[in-house]
């Protein structure tokens, strides 16, 4: 459901991991759109087919990466008492991530027995059927709607989310009418499809990435009028999930690299983000990246920036292919991860960690 801001976050991501691109080139905002008009017509909800779109829009002259002028980011104050600030940071990437961590302790409060949300919610079990192809279109816009006297209105007392690393969790749990409708929202148009229709709920369970780990939690699954496609959707309480409304975008998101997903050391005091940038060098169409841990008692933020270039000669100015690489950067932590999730200082959400 969130295809279009995907689409939008990466191709800017694109463009920042290509930043000495020459100003004749299409800007973020131009490209964006174009992607996500693609997207519309296209009716894909797969993120790889809208990059690869954005990528082959064109090719633009790079410039020195010394001329260009410095990034801001959203520097509203923070209050949070980090317990790890880099000394060299500099303060707009320092104020995002205290912006983050911030907003990511008014959230959670002084709560216990919160799961911090770090992947889907909902689970497609097969594949559609030819013949429903438009079952795909009518799920993304949450077209969802059970059949008469097709769901339970009780629910079980409670269940019980399970870790990977052996940590248990009891939580109360939702009605399977009431997952359906958390499911179906928000409902969107989508061009005069049929709505899915629910004809059965059983308790079932799925795997669901958390900011401390892969974990089992208990779900239903939706059994579906004219297809053997099956959903299952996370039946915890949502009082009990920590999953923030994206935040807005810094004042000029080219400077904040988005992480999408983490792995930490086996002695727990060092991550590994996973971002996408520049090709790995020196040279004018590459990069590379350091990582720092911005820690707080509740949460650790990894910022990512580049690494000076050489200055850049005519000579050594070539045209640069506006192309996306997966890379990979490390930061060490004053102190054991624990159980605190990893942030991404873009969206300010949890991403997904191996451990």
Known sequence: MNAEHDVEASVRELFRSHEHLASSAAPP????????????????????????????????????????????????????????????????????????????????????????????????????????????????????????????????????????????????????????????????????????????????AMTLQTGTGTATVPAWEFSLRGTAVRLRYVAVDPAHLVDPRPLSQPSNDDFVYRVDKASVSSDDRSVTVSFVGAAPGTGSCESEYRADAVESATAVVVVIRALPRPTATPATVQPCVLVGHLRQASADLTMPLGDRPVLDPQSGRAVPIAR
């Open 29 to 204: 905002d131009t490209l964006a759109t174009l992607a996500k008009a693609a997207l519309r017509r296209s009716r894909r909800t797969t993120l790889t087919a809208a990059l690869a779109s954005a990528a082959c829009i064109g090719i633009a002259t790079s410039v020195a990466a010394s001329s260009l002028m410095p990034k801001h980011v959203d520097t509203r104050p923070a209050t949070t008492a980090a317990t790890r600030v880099p000394a060299d940071l500099p303060t707009p990437l320092r104020d995002r991530a205290l912006l983050v961590l911030d907003r990511f302790q008014a959230v959670t409060g002084p709560s216990s027995g919160l799961i911090v949300v770090a992947g889907p919610l909902l689970m497609q079990v097969g594949d559609w059927e030819p013949s429903v192809g438009q079952n795909k279109l009518a799920l993304a816009d949450g077209q969802v709607t059970a059949a008469p006297g097709g769901l339970t209105t009780t629910a079980p007392a409670s269940g019980v989310v399970r870790w990977q690393r052996g940590r248990d969790l009891e939580v109360p749990l939702l009605t399977a009418e009431d997952a359906l409708a958390a499911m179906a929202s928000p409902k969107h148009d989508c061009d005069g499809c049929q709505p899915l229709v629910v004809t059965g709920a059983t308790l079932s």
